[in-house]
Structure formats: C-alpha cells, structure tokens
C-alpha cells in the first residue's frame, strides 16, 4: 500500500540555520508530491509541489525540496530558517489512480530557536 | 487570492446529535475533498466529490457520513449521529481538475464530540 513516512516528529533549529525535513515514500510509478505547512489554527497551505520534469523544485517562502528516485525521497530545505517558520509541515503523495485522494505523512513539528 | 472557505470554525456537539460541517470551495473548482485530523495524528482522506457525485471515499467514510453540494457554491458533510471518536478537525479542499492532486485547503472546523 501506499505511504508516506517522515522519519522526524520534532525538529529544532536556530534561527538562520538551514533546515531539511526528510520525506519517503512508498509508490510504484512517478509520484505527484507535495508539501504543506500548517501554522497553529491555519489550515494546510501548499509550499510546492512536484509532478515531473526537473527534480529539484521551488516553492513559496523560500523552500525547496528535491526529488530522489533511487531513495523514495522529497526532502524539504530551506537554507536560513526565519522565526515564522515555526509550524507543522506535511509530505503527501497522490495515491494512484488519478483520483485526487492525497496520502499523508504524521508530520515534523518545526521549532525555530532565536 | 480566492480561498477555500468552512464553517463553523469549531463545533461542540453531544454524542449522537448530527452535525453539518460547511465549505465554500474556490469558485473555478470541480472537485471536492474532505479530510480529517484526530489530534496528534496524520490527515486523513474521507470523500472526494466531483459532477455531484462521489469520486472515492475511504473505509472511514461510512454509512455515518454524507456529502453534497446543495447549491453552486456550498459543499457540505454531514455526520449524522456523531460518536466520541468523530473528534477532529475536518478540513475541506477543492482543485480544478487539471492537477486533481493540486488541492487547496480552508481552515479547517474543529468538531468536538462531548
């Protein structure tokens, strides 16, 4: 069955420290995923997302994420972290069959020291 | 920028009542999407919708839950006798269909079931 894994539940790091929040994924074929964040009582906003083409991607606030194929990964990287990006983040992958239906990860709880 | 919209944003309801959980998706949308959140836990799929009918739907969405669109712009689940375990925060999402996996999502409602 399909899945998604992040291997951290919590992270933290200083402000202006880069940061990578690790994603896996179980899939047979080209995966569609994505990334979003969830800050505390917003709902989930996307923050990129890869379909095909050019395997390292950008999204908004500065984040960037790239797709390895050999290792079933889309880690997530931002090079200097800002206070604001305290917050849930969440790998997903489209499960297959074209229906729309996303598959998540548990999450990694982001904490950001001054 | 155009956002998916829900309300309320938390529910409190007695165990056994029904509830109606509201979403006003993004107007160009055509396919609907309900997802929930038990706290501490990963998001999870319910329902997908699309030509007012029921795309997928997951073994959670059972004979308890419905949607419907009752109008142009309203997408609506409903839980008809609520149980502890309903507890979450339900998140609805839309997308145009070009990039089915490319979902938006509102805010989320909290539902607390007493």
């Known amino acids: 069955a399909q899945s998604v894994t992040q291997p951290d539940i919590h992270i933290t790091v200083s402000e202006g420290a880069s940061l990578e929040l690790r994603c896996n994924y179980s899939?047979?074929?080209?995966?569609?995923l994505f990334w979003y964040v969830q800050s505390p009582g917003q709902g989930l906003q996307l923050l990129l997302k890869?379909?095909?083409?050019?395997?390292l991607v950008q999204g908004i606030k500065g984040f960037e994420a790239e797709f390895k194929r050999s290792q079933s990964s889309f880690n997530l990287r931002k090079p200097s972290v800002h206070w604001s990006d305290a917050a849930e983040y969440f790998c997903?992958?489209?499960?297959?069959?074209?229906?729309?239906?996303?598959?998540f990860g548990q999450g990694t709880t982001l904490q950001v020291k001054p | 920028e155009p956002e998916v919209t829900q309300t309320p944003s938390h529910q409190v309801t007695q165990m056994g009542q029904e509830v109606i959980l509201r979403c006003v998706p993004i107007?160009?949308?055509?396919?609907f999407y309900w997802y929930r959140q038990i706290l501490g836990q990963k998001v999870e799929f319910l329902v997908s919708?699309?030509?007012?009918?029921?795309?997928?739907k997951s073994e959670i969405f059972d004979d308890q839950f419905s949607v419907e669109r009752p109008d142009g712009s309203n997408f609506t689940l409903k839980i008809r006798s609520t149980k502890l375990e309903d507890s979450a925060m339900y998140f609805c999402?839309?997308?145009?269909?070009?990039?089915?996996?490319?979902?938006?999502f509102g805010p989320g409602t909290r539902l607390t079931v007493t």
């Open positions: 107007s160009n949308h055509l396919y």
């Open positions: 997903a992958v489209g499960a297959e069959g074209n229906t729309g239906k996303l598959i």
């Open positions: 919708f699309y030509n007012n009918e029921i795309s997928e």
């Open positions: 899939y047979g074929a080209t995966p569609y």
């Open positions: 999402a839309s997308s145009t269909g070009l990039e089915p996996y490319e979902q938006y």
């Open positions: 890869y379909f095909s083409g050019d395997t």
